[in-house]
């Protein structure tokens, strides 16, 4: 019995090893004990740096806005809307016009956390849906100076080709009249 046991156990870990690789062949593996060998791997490889430049659509007006509020603090009366909570999901393109070819989405949420001047906690997920970068993703969290032009923000996270990635983004107000602004981002990081 305790042999038959052992038999079972290195046949699992035959599929495992074997569904693992075959996996890993056809594109980004998402199974556990994978993810780890690479993660372990990784510590000990030379990281690649990556350079991307998009532009970030956050339409607040209109029929179909991209950016909308799901969250009011109560007796505000700030400048920026103190308080505020807005969940997005906004198209990311190559160039700064709407109809451009679209790479991607920023998806998450941005906050108005500045009672004096316009200012943003960022929590956003850049999700990539089309060419070699197709369902990678970026993790942005930080302070947006919104009014400040070049502004800086963290890149703390990726999935997919991005595992691991960390690096910066610089973001610059290409264009804004009310609610709608586009904004342009140059992203390097490490992965």
């Known amino acids: 019995m305790a042999e038959m046991g052992a038999s079972a156990c290195k046949l699992l870990v035959f599929i495992i090893l074997f569904g693992a690789s075959s996996a890993a062949a056809a594109g980004v593996s998402k199974d556990p004990e994978t993810v780890a060998k690479w ?8 990281q690649k ?12 007006s209109g029929k179909n806005p991209t950016a909308l509020p799901i969250a009011k603090s109560a007796g505000n009366n700030s400048v920026a809307a103190f ?10 393109t190559v160039s700064p016009h709407v109809n451009s070819t679209t790479i991607g989405y920023a998806r998450g949420l941005y906050g108005n956390d500045a009672r004096k001047d316009i200012g943003m906690v960022m929590v956003m ?7 070699k970068y197709n369902e990678s993703t970026l993790a942005m969290v930080g302070h947006n100076a919104a009014m400040e032009s ?42």
């Open 39 to 46: 993660v372990y791997k990784t510590q000990f490889a030379k």
């Open 49 to 60: 740096v990556t350079k991307l430049h998009f532009f970030f659509h956050d339409t607040g």
């Open 83 to 92: 308080g505020t909570l807005i969940m997005a999901d906004d198209p990311l």
């Open 125 to 131: 997920n850049f999700v990539f849906t089309s060419g």
């Open 150 to 191: 070049p502004r800086e923000m963290p890149i703390l996270g990726g999935t997919g080709l991005f595992r691991l990635a960390r690096g910066v983004a610089i973001a610059n107000t290409y264009y804004t009249k009310g609610f709608d602004v586009i904004v342009e981002y140059n992203v390097a990081f490490l992965h």
